[in-house]
């Protein structure tokens, strides 16, 4: 069966900056920089950016590139017989995992959108938003079907295919979410506790660098919004053809998905401070915060719909390419047809995703991993932990697997300037730094 194409490397571009943006620049960055202290987590996770998740997305999409298969088979046909691929599982892994939660989150984002459509959220319900974000959410049926119209979509889309389906969805997309992060970013900086915001943001209280869970939460981040580890971007990779340059493209992907999160910062907590929100509110954080701004704002109704609407198409277009990570696999291994195993995969995750749900009421005392209930253990488990060893993986493979001419060739930077100082980063420094932080977070050093 001839493999899918993208159409061009613009198509390649929106579809990859598409998998990146998304909740993980907005509700995900937004908490957990709240919750690590602000400042010097931005601090780490800028720096994780460039020193580790730019590096490896080049990585991460060469590989895929080069073996135009889905993660799995990509560790299998460029290493066939060795046990590169048992990691390619793990990518699989954190795809479903991540996605059980994504769709349910998503469903949020959608139940926003619709009751900014409705008008239902112009005004300022009885007890505030949170109040009326935790009764919504921890009810049993109502979440679980926003759920279930987020996967619908998703499966939808990929369904139909990469050409038609994620391409065409993510090129009036991007334009439309930064262009209203910007003048959000632009009115929260005029609210009261805008100076405050910024300084929670912008000025590191050093004190928290002494907590490892810190740096690990700043690596967990970068991997997350950057879809990197899971093999959504290698996937995307493998449909790409050997024309196409791809280290100017995967930096330009890393830089723009960072923006997205800083300026979603400046849009969040000025308004955190102004309205007198905890900033370690955790996951409700953004869902509590918006509505608020958009409250205050002359036309804060018509903003909200907007807004809402550029969130939960950034997520579909996320999505998506989580959702195509098990798809690519099962098309392959299994010799599944698009559609079916589409749909498999979608029916298993809308299961899961019920569970990560009925966590956030019902079930809110079954905690896995530690304290934290079923949607912070997957997230946790997938972005904190399988996210940065499918990295490690990547460069290990490419570092040290690889020859350093195929490495460099494989990433198109055959005799050039950067080329050297990719590989030293990918081979030797991405990955001490990512064991130093795990072996640090689990108190060894
Ligand atoms: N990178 C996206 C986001 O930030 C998803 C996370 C795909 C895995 O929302």
Do not use: C
Not at 128 to 151: I, R, V
Not at 254 to 273: E, H, K, R, Y
């Amino acid at each position: 069966m001839q493999r899918e194409n993208w159409a061009s490397r613009l198509g390649f571009m929106l579809a990859a900056m598409g998998s990146a943006v998304g909740l993980g620049n907005i509700w995900r960055f937004s908490y957990v920089a709240g919750e690590n202290g602000g400042g010097a987590f931005l601090l780490l996770y800028i720096l994780s950016v460039l020193v580790i998740g730019i590096p490896l997305l080049l990585v991460e999409v060469s590989i895929g590139r080069k073996a135009q298969q889905d993660i799995v088979g990509s560790y299998q046909k460029l290493a066939p017989k060795k046990p590169w691929y048992m990691f390619g599982y793990l990518g699989v892994i954190s795809a479903f995992l991540i996605l059980s939660f994504y769709s349910v989150v998503a469903g949020w984002a959608i139940y926003y959108w619709w009751g900014y459509l409705t008008g239902a959220l112009f005004n300022r319900p009885e007890g505030g938003y949170g109040a009326a974000f935790s009764t919504f959410t921890s009810q049993d049926y109502s979440p679980l079907l926003w759920h279930a119209l987020f996967l619908g979509i998703t499966m939808i889309i990929v369904l139909v295919g990469v050409k038609k389906g994620i391409e065409m969805a993510n090129k009036v997309l991007m334009p439309i979410l930064a262009i209203m992060m910007v003048a959000l970013a632009v009115y929260s900086l005029t609210l009261p506790g805008a100076a405050e915001g910024m300084r929670f943001l912008f000025q590191p209280d050093w004190s928290v660098l002494e907590n490892p869970s810190v740096y690990i939460a700043a690596l967990g981040q970068a991997f997350f919004s950057l879809s990197l580890g899971v093999g959504t971007m290698m996937t995307y990779g493998s449909y790409l053809t050997k024309q196409h340059k791809l280290p100017s493209a995967t930096a330009g992907i890393g830089i723009m998905d960072t923006l997205f999160a800083v300026i979603s910062g400046i849009v969040i907590f000025p308004a955190v401070f102004a309205f007198g929100i905890e900033p370690s509110s955790g996951p409700p954080l953004v869902f509590i915060t918006l509505p608020e701004i958009f409250h205050q704002m002359a036309f804060g109704g018509v903003i909200g719909f907007v807004f809402f609407t550029a969130l939960s198409l950034a997520s579909i277009s996320s999505s998506i390419s989580l959702l195509e990570v098990p798809v690519a696999y099962l098309m392959r291994a299994a010799k599944m047809k698009r559609r079916s195993a589409s749909l498999l995969v979608g029916v298993v995750i809308f299961f899961s995703g019920a569970a990560v749900s009925l966590g956030m009421g019902r079930w809110s005392d079954v905690t896995i991993i530690g304290n934290n209930n079923i949607m912070d253990s997957m997230d946790f488990l997938a972005s904190n932990l399988f996210l940065p060893i499918g990295g490690l993986t990547m460069a290990l493979f490419v570092g040290w697997y690889f020859t350093k001419q195929q490495a460099l060739d494989a990433s198109d930077l055959t005799n050039t300037a950067i080329g050297p100082i990719w590989y030293t980063v990918i081979k030797y420094i991405a990955p001490l730094l990512i064991l130093l932080i795990f072996l640090n977070a689990i108190g060894i050093v």
